[in-house]
């Protein structure tokens, strides 16, 4: 390996190494919450919770938007060496996540008894729920507030800070839940008031970080020019896109789950757990997709089309790579893995009849995992809107055309026909990669 080759690599594992270990920290909270729920004293507060934890999951999946935009644009500024947009880029960031968080703070009652109705519970389970959410409610402001932070640090090259918040968030949130539940006697809520106090922190600590290390940047603030006209259009149009593409990728998810219930508890429980495995993938996966997002952004904004078409080649190369790792797993060991979340022999038999989609999946998922963090990088998030839509009518489509005679196995095919046909259109929308094309402006 050549020195060129071997910084190349160490750029693109600085990176995504962190945004791994973020993506893994993060699901160690809802497994610790749950622990905590298990042992208030009655199983319904793990059913509370889990509804609970679901409106939220559903709220900030949709969030996202503001995560991925900032941090393309961020990127291209950073790449640009325009520090004054870096400041500005992060004031506008803030000030959209603050308005957001006070929408959904406004409308938390019509917002949580609506979520609610839609995830039915019995009566315990719904009175627990909705203690769970209006009291983590309350840590909105602090969580969206991160994660616009969170993606103007990944635009800045730097994902060990948001790495470090996310450690530190699971660590407090663990502490002060164990508080208030065992100490306090707060029940499920105390959950969710550790929850709120630990995002808090994290923001606090997130802040005296940045400060730390970017205190240089506040000479370039410019409260002005932060709302000038043009560059909030641009940041509305590319969040605008996201989020679309994201309720797209949330509705796909969601109906899977659905019409995983049509086919009985069984093929329900079965195609939970054999979606565990694809989120262990997407875990690894996302570290090098948020590491695509930084470098194309940085290297659009240099308008370095060497570099740019370089690191392309080496983000696809380290995908194939992670991709070829979890189907070797997946082949040998997927057994064993399921039998972490669930003994149940029946599940591992059914398991057996579709686990040859899952060993697919890496394989047929990489590639749109990976365009989609080198698109938000370069803020071509019209192409990312569009081809998300062709794939979803596609998921539809062919679900609906072959469930009837397939069952379970049509909603397979479509998932996987929804991961190809986005890697298909991505790469072609973009010109077949090509870098010249990607760092044109639309």
Same mark, same amino acid.
């Given at each position: 390996?050549?020195?060129?080759?071997?910084?190349?690599?160490?750029?693109?594992?600085?990176?995504a190494?962190?945004?791994?270990?973020?993506?893994i920290?993060?699901?160690?909270?809802?497994?610790?919450?749950?622990?905590?729920a298990?042992?208030?004293?009655?199983?319904?507060?793990?059913?509370?919770?889990?509804?609970?934890?679901?409106?939220?999951?559903?709220?900030?999946?949709?969030?996202?938007?503001l995560?991925?935009?900032?941090?393309?644009?961020?990127?291209?500024?950073?790449?640009?060496?325009?520090?004054?947009?870096?400041?500005?880029?992060?004031?506008?960031?803030?000030?959209?996540?603050?308005?957001?968080?006070?929408?959904?703070?406004?409308?938390?009652k019509?917002?949580?008894?609506f979520?609610? *109705?839609?995830?039915?519970?019995?009566?315990?389970?719904?009175?627990?729920?909705?203690?769970?959410?209006?009291?983590?409610?309350?840590?909105?402001?602090?969580?969206?507030?991160?994660?616009?932070?969170?993606?103007?640090?990944?635009?800045?090259?730097?994902?060990?800070?948001?790495?470090?918040?996310?450690?530190?968030?699971?660590?407090?949130?663990?502490?002060?839940?164990?508080?208030?539940?065992?100490?306090?006697?707060?029940?499920?809520?105390?959950?969710?008031?550790?929850?709120?106090?630990?995002?808090?922190?994290g923001?606090?600590?997130?802040?005296?970080?940045?400060?730390?290390?970017y205190?240089?940047?506040?000479?370039?603030?410019?409260?002005?020019?932060?709302?000038?006209?043009?560059?909030?259009?641009?940041?509305?149009?590319?969040?605008?896109?996201?989020?679309?593409?994201?309720?797209?990728?949330?509705?796909?998810?969601?109906?899977?789950?659905?019409?995983?219930?049509?086919?009985?508890?069984?093929?329900?429980?079965?195609?939970?757990?054999?979606?565990?495995?694809?989120?262990?993938?997407?875990?690894?996966?996302?570290?090098?997709?948020?590491?695509?997002?930084?470098?194309?952004?940085?290297?659009?904004?240099?308008?370095?089309?060497?570099?740019?078409?370089q690191?392309?080649? *080496?983000?696809?190369?380290?995908?194939?790579?992670?991709?070829?790792?979890y189907?070797?797993?997946?082949?040998?060991?997927?057994?064993?893995?399921?039998?972490?979340?669930?003994?149940?022999?029946?599940?591992?038999?059914?398991?057996?009849?579709?686990?040859?989609?899952i060993?697919?999946?890496?394989?047929?998922?990489?590639?749109?995992?990976?365009?989609?963090?080198?698109?938000i990088?370069?803020?071509?998030?019209?192409?990312?809107?569009?081809?998300? =839509?062709?794939?979803?009518?596609? =998921?539809?489509?062919?679900?609906?055309?072959?469930?009837?005679?397939?069952?379970?196995?049509?909603?397979?095919?479509?998932?996987?026909?929804?991961?190809?046909?986005?890697?298909?259109l991505? *790469?072609?929308?973009?010109?077949?990669?090509?870098a010249e094309?990607?760092?044109?402006? *639309?």
């Amino acid at each position: 390996m050549n020195k060129e080759t071997a910084a190349v690599n160490k750029d693109i594992l600085k990176l995504a190494i962190p945004n791994m270990i973020s993506n893994i920290v993060i699901p160690m909270l809802g497994m610790v919450d749950t622990a905590i729920a298990g042992r208030i004293g009655e199983d319904v507060n793990i059913a509370a919770l889990s509804i609970g934890t679901t409106i939220f999951n559903f709220i900030y999946w949709n969030c996202a938007f503001l995560r991925m935009g900032t941090s393309g644009i961020t990127a291209q500024a950073y790449g640009a060496g325009n520090l004054k947009e870096c400041a500005n880029m992060l004031i506008r960031a803030l000030w959209l996540a603050i308005l957001l968080a006070c929408l959904l703070l406004i409308f938390r009652k019509p917002l949580g008894n609506f979520s609610l *109705y839609v995830l039915q519970g019995s009566e315990t389970v719904q009175r627990l729920a909705g203690e769970y959410f209006f009291a983590r409610i309350w840590a909105v402001p602090a969580s969206i507030s991160l994660f616009a932070i969170q993606g103007w640090f990944i635009g800045m090259q730097d994902a060990k800070t948001p790495m470090m918040i996310a450690i530190l968030s699971v660590i407090m949130n663990a502490a002060f839940s164990i508080l208030f539940v065992f100490h306090f006697h707060m029940g499920i809520a105390g959950i969710a008031w550790g929850t709120v106090v630990a995002q808090y922190i994290g923001l606090i600590v997130t802040s005296i970080l940045w400060f730390i290390k970017y205190r240089g940047i506040m000479q370039y603030f410019d409260i002005r020019e932060s709302f000038r006209f043009e560059p909030i259009a641009h940041f509305l149009h590319v969040n605008k896109d996201i989020f679309l593409r994201t309720a797209c990728v949330v509705a796909v998810y969601t109906f899977f789950t659905a019409a995983s219930a049509r086919f009985g508890d069984t093929i329900l429980t079965t195609n939970t757990l054999l979606m565990q495995l694809f989120t262990l993938f997407s875990y690894m996966s996302d570290g090098f997709a948020y590491a695509g997002e930084a470098l194309s952004g940085r290297f659009v904004g240099e308008r370095n089309v060497a570099k740019l078409r370089q690191y392309i080649r *080496y983000l696809i190369i380290w995908s194939l790579i992670i991709a070829a790792l979890y189907v070797i797993i997946y082949m040998f060991a997927w057994k064993e893995i399921l039998l972490i979340f669930s003994p149940s022999q029946e599940v591992l038999d059914m398991a057996g009849n579709f686990i040859v989609w899952i060993i697919a999946v890496p394989l047929v998922g990489c590639v749109p995992f990976m365009i989609d963090g080198i698109m938000i990088g370069a803020t071509k998030t019209k192409i990312l809107r569009n081809t998300v =839509f062709i794939s979803t009518v596609l =998921f539809f489509g062919c679900f609906y055309a072959l469930s009837p005679l397939l069952g379970n196995t049509a909603l397979w095919i479509s998932f996987l026909l929804f991961l190809f046909a986005r890697g298909v259109l991505l *790469y072609f929308y973009s010109g077949k990669l090509n870098a010249e094309r990607i760092i044109q402006r *639309y």
